[in-house]
Each structure stands twice: as structure tokens, then as C-alpha cells.
């Protein structure tokens, strides 16, 4: 068997990288009859992580196993990514350059500048703010910190799965919200070869795992969707694809009503402010795009609580 891009040794690895920095998150059983579903639910909340999203854990990784030069580290980020790396700098005393397209919503930049980060608005969407990020890179010499197109990321997030694993051994399916991909790579890089069934859950409006998986290779999507500045990338990358292709076992995708039906059950009956995106693996359970078999053992990825509290407000007023 061929060597797989991010195999066990290489997660395990992180974790004891990042042991001590990035929190380990709780895990709330829920058992079965949960959401009217005939499964044994339980939800993982990441959201709980330091700097509002699992993406802390690929941060602290990039941070602990690579050289840091004098300019510092830089991201290009929707929110998430960026004010985990703004956070992870600040605890290791490094400088950090934020690069954030025009659509991030306050809340998030709010935090990247809380944690000390210099932001850039790097243009209109995602992909300008990025190639902001790579000009900055080359000019400067910045580590450059990718949130999905990196071996160092996709490691750090297999750690989720494999604290998930230690928590609940059975498991029989994850559901795990896609943007970019490096979350979904690690954990299912994490679970390659066991019993676990990943699964993979994308905004109709924003589909580019499951585009790749189609076309066999990755491609370009329109993105539009509530969840976008968070799951809302264009092409997930060679990487997420060689890693997903063998260890995924499908992509279902919910409409944005069911993103935010499951952003004010969450707020409603467990008090957890969730942003779109991190609410998204819910949505698919609440509206049937994934369909749990009676006593199937499923954990629900709760993964990011970074939310314009007016907006979630709004849902469940």
C-alpha cells in the first residue's frame, strides 16, 4: 500500500506538538431519539477551542514544526484560520500579518486585532485576499500559514480526530462540515482503515469537495452561501483531494435554511452561539441530507462559534 499524504504517525506527531496549547474540547452524548433522529447522537464541541474554531490546532502545529523567520507569520483568512494564527502567535510571542477579504464579517476580523494580528484587506473574496497574502510573502519572507493546502495544517486538524476517537471509541459515523477542506482531511486521514465512516457536509452553494470528487481531481465552484466566509472555498487543492478521495466516504450538501435552522437549535436548546458554518453538520442531520440508520453511533462536529451575536440573535428572536 502506498504511503498515504498524511499518515497516523505524522498526527500523532501533532498532537504531542500541540498538547498544552490547543484545548481538548468536551464531547456532549445526547443518546438516541435526539433531533427525532433513531441514531445515538453525540455532539464534538470545537467550538469550545481556543480563538473560537478548531483551526487553533493547524495554527500551534505550523508554528511548533517550522522555522519562523524575523517577518513573522502571514494567512489569508475569511476569519477563522486567521485569528487562530493571530492567536497561536501572540502564546509563542511572534508577529503575525492577517490578510482578510472584503466580506469577513466584523466579528471575525474584531477578534484576529484582539489577538494582536495586523489585518489587511486583501480585496473582495477569499482567493484576492490570498493572492494578497502570497505577494506579502515573497516581499517579506513571512511564513506563510495556508488553512487547507498544507501537510503541517491537515496534520494539526487530524488531531480533533483522533481526541474525538479517544473520547467516543464507538463511533460508527462522523459528520464534518467542508470549506477549503484541511479539517475534513485531517480527520479523515485520522480514521483511514477503521470502522468510522466520514462524511462530508458542504452549503449547496459551495461545493467544491464534492465537485473534485466528481470530476476525480480539483476544480473551480461558484461559491454563494450564509456559511460562505467560512466554508466558502473555490477549489479545495490537490492535497484535500489525494487525501479525501480514498478516506471520505461521501459529501451531502444542506441549504442555508437548514444552516441556520441548526444555528438556533443550538443556541435554543444548548446555549452555544455557533456561526454558520460550524453549525452546518447539524443542518444536515436536522433537514435529512444524511440519514442515520436506527442505533447507528454518530458524532456531529460542532467546529467553529465565531457568530455576529445581532445576527444569531435575529434567527431565534
Not at 464507538?170 to 482531511?185: C, E, Q, Y
Not at 473551480?220 to 477549489?235: I, T, Y
Not at 443556541?267 to 441530507?289: I, K
Request: overall charge neutral; some cysteine; aromatic content about 6%.
Amino acid at each position: 500500500m502506498t504511503q498515504r499524504p498524511v499518515p497516523r504517525p505524522m498526527i500523532e506527531a501533532a498532537a504531542e506538538r500541540i498538547a498544552g496549547h490547543a484545548r481538548v474540547t468536551p464531547v456532549m452524548r445526547l443518546g438516541a431519539g435526539a433531533f427525532g433522529s433513531p441514531a445515538a447522537i453525540s455532539l464534538k464541541l470545537e467550538c469550545l477551542q481556543h480563538a473560537g474554531s478548531f483551526k487553533t490546532r493547524g495554527a500551534f502545529n505550523n508554528l511548533l514544526s517550522l522555522p519562523v523567520p524575523a517577518a513573522g507569520v502571514a494567512a489569508a483568512s475569511g476569519g477563522n484560520h486567521g485569528a487562530a494564527v493571530a492567536y497561536a502567535a501572540r502564546e509563542r510571542g511572534v508577529k503575525a500579518t492577517i490578510f482578510v477579504p472584503e466580506i469577513s464579517p466584523a466579528a471575525k476580523i474584531e477578534a484576529i486585532r484582539r489577538f494582536g494580528a495586523e489585518v489587511v484587506i486583501g480585496g473582495a473574496q477569499y482567493d484576492d485576499a490570498q493572492a494578497a497574502c502570497d505577494r506579502f510573502v515573497a516581499e517579506t519572507g513571512a511564513l506563510k500559514i495556508h488553512p487547507f493546502a498544507a501537510k503541517e495544517t491537515v496534520a494539526g486538524q487530524g488531531t480533533l480526530g483522533r481526541e474525538w476517537q479517544l473520547q467516543e471509541p464507538d463511533l460508527d459515523t462522523v459528520l464534518v462540515a467542508v470549506g477549503g477542506g484541511g479539517l475534513i482531511s485531517g480527520i479523515a486521514a485520522w480514521f483511514a482503515g477503521s470502522k468510522v465512516k466520514v462524511v462530508g457536509v458542504e452549503p449547496a452553494g459551495s461545493r467544491a469537495l464534492q465537485a473534485a470528487l466528481e470530476a476525480k481531481g480539483p476544480v473551480e465552484v461558484n461559491v454563494a452561501s450564509v456559511a460562505a466566509d467560512s466554508l466558502g472555498a473555490r477549489n479545495v487543492g490537490p492535497l484535500v483531494y489525494e487525501i479525501c478521495k480514498d478516506t471520505v466516504d461521501h459529501v451531502v450538501l444542506v441549504p442555508d435554511e437548514a444552516i441556520t435552522q441548526a444555528q438556533g437549535t443550538l443556541w435554543r436548546d444548548f446555549r452555544l452561539a455557533v456561526e454558520p458554518g460550524g453549525a452546518a453538520a447539524l443542518g444536515a442531520l436536522l433537514c435529512g441530507a444524511y440519514k442515520p440508520a436506527p442505533g447507528e453511533r454518530l458524532g456531529v462536529l460542532v467546529c467553529g462559534a465565531n457568530v455576529d451575536l445581532g445576527k444569531l440573535a435575529g434567527l431565534v428572536g
